[in-house]
Each structure stands twice: as C-alpha cells, then as structure tokens.
C-alpha cells in the first residue's frame, strides 16, 4: 500500500489537507487515523502502519506515552452530569448553524465540556443523518473524541461518525460494510473500524464480531491491525477475550501492541472490563514462553488499567491484586463468556 499521504502533513494542516479534502480518498483517513492511534499508544517501542505512514507514526510513539490511570467511567449512554455548560449564546449561535457545523460545534464542546453538549448531540442525530458529510474537520474532531477520558464523549464521536458515512444502526449498514472488508481495497481497514462501532451500538453485534474474530487471524498484518481496532471499538467481553489472545500470540509486535492498547487505553470497553482482564494478564506475566517484548506490553497493559507500577514482577502484581480484587469481579470472569 503505497502514495499515502505522510501523516505530518494532515497535522500540519497545510496544502496536502486541501488537496485531500478535494480527492475525498480513503487513504485520508488511514493516515489520519494513525495520528489518533499513535497519539494512544501505550510503550514507546513501535508502531505499525502501512507505507509512508510507517515512520510518522514511529516519531509519534516515542513522544506520546499513556499516562496510568485506575479505570475509566463506564458510562456509555449520551447523558449528560453536572458540568460547565455552553453559554445561553454559545447555545444561539449554534442553533443557527447548518447540520454539519452543528456536529462539529457539539463534537467540539463534548471535548471541552461535556455536559449539555451531549445532550444536544444525542437530540439532533437523527435530524443530521444524510446531512453531514465526512469532512476532514469532522473526522479531526472525532479522532480528538475518542482519545477523551470520557467515554460520553467517545460514544457521541462513534455516533457523530456513523452517522457522517451514512451508517444507519440497521442490518444494512453492516452489508455495506461487509462488501467492502471482502472487497479487498483500501476501504477494508475503516470497515473494519467502523464494523466494530456499529456493533458497539447495538448492530448486528454477534456478525461483528465473527467478522471481526475472522479477519484478526488474516495472513495480512495491516488486516489483522484494523481487526483489532474493531475489536477494541466493538467492546464486549468476547471481543476483550480475542484481544487477550492476541496479545499473547500474533506474530508481529505492532498488532501486540494494538491489541494490549485495546484492552487498556483505546476503544470502547469500559473500566470494569478492563479490571476482568487483570486476572488473565498476570497469567500471561508468568508465561515465560512470551518473549520480553510481549511482557513489557503485558507489564504496561496492567499499569494502565489499575494505576499500579510493578513492572515485571508478577509476584508483586498478584500480591498487589489480592489485596484489590473483590467478588463481584469474580462473578464476571472472562473465560466462559461469549456473545448472545
């Protein structure tokens, strides 16, 4: 997969963003998207996409870590909480707007300030559908959404997207989908992200993740990466178990590396999810068939979920848990567990 346009370039904002915008190509969004995933990255060791992608996304992994953190909210409903609200005319003017600087307005305080935001988001999607179009703006703005600490915010940029590639939550959009994952070009990596959202919304969630589990097991890296992606963004529990495996499995690091950032940072799991996996994940720490790379990825994984450093010591790691597992998390342990 040559001729992409270098990542930098989009960032930088300048003539190769119009020159895309004009083209709508697809390959815009592939480096596009490698900018958000690289910015999400949890080591510092490599990154993987294809062609001139490659070593843009390499510089960003070296400066753009993932800060530890305990769990994420597992909030995903577009619902609004006491928070700063837009002002009465902040409100006014964007009433005004047309359909697509309203997405993008909204899009853009649900980043800042989530609360009414949200609200007015969650109102007008249904108006906006065949009214937006998947702009560069639009597109910059969802990737910036989904690296939110908030998962409101990561759910209103799924939902914002769909709804700008005219994905309705039908059976239909999932063929349109299907068609071009086995149409093999260009346009199978964003379907295989965006096959993952869908399901996260409800659609044809058991396909999507049949597809998805499918086409994480292809011959081709660059397919299995975009799996994983869908994977992650699908967010059940049986999507969490495949990621396991292929943190523990996949022959190339950058698809490790994308499916340990699944389970801890990216996509749409929720905090208690990810706390399921800990039991797993000191497993794999003491599997000493697992290369050092791929523990250092087990390592990292679990101090992003739980907020505790213990590096590779799985001895410390299983005694820290101890002290910090509970019942109820017992009573949902993954293996076992499969789609309905």
Known sequence: MANYTSPAKVVAGTTATAQLRATENPRRWYCYLAVFLAAAVLSTETGFLAGQCQDVVKNWLKT???????????????????????????????????????????????????????????????????????????FRLVLAALNSDDPRVRVAAVEIDLTANNLAPARASVRKLMREIEGGTDERFMALWRLGSLGNRGVEPAEAFRTLKLYACSRNQAVRFWAVEGLAMLGTDAAMEVLLDILAHDPALEVRQRAANGLSKSGLLTGEQRLRAVPELLNLLDDDSLDGATQNLVATTLQSITGASFGKDAGAWRDWWAHHDSPEKHASRLPGHSLA
Request: aromatic share 2%; glycine share 2%.
């Open 64 to 138: 753009h870590g993932v800060a530890a953190r305990a769990t994420e909210h597992p909030a995903t409903a577009l619902v609004s909480t006491a928070q700063p609200r837009p002002t009465d005319s902040d409100l006014e003017a964007i009433s005004h707007m047309a359909p697509q600087q309203q997405a993008e307005r909204l899009l853009e305080l649900a980043i800042e300030r989530p609360d009414l935001s949200l609200s007015l988001i969650r109102r007008n999607l249904a108006s906006w559908r065949g009214h937006l179009a998947d702009s560069d703006r639009l």
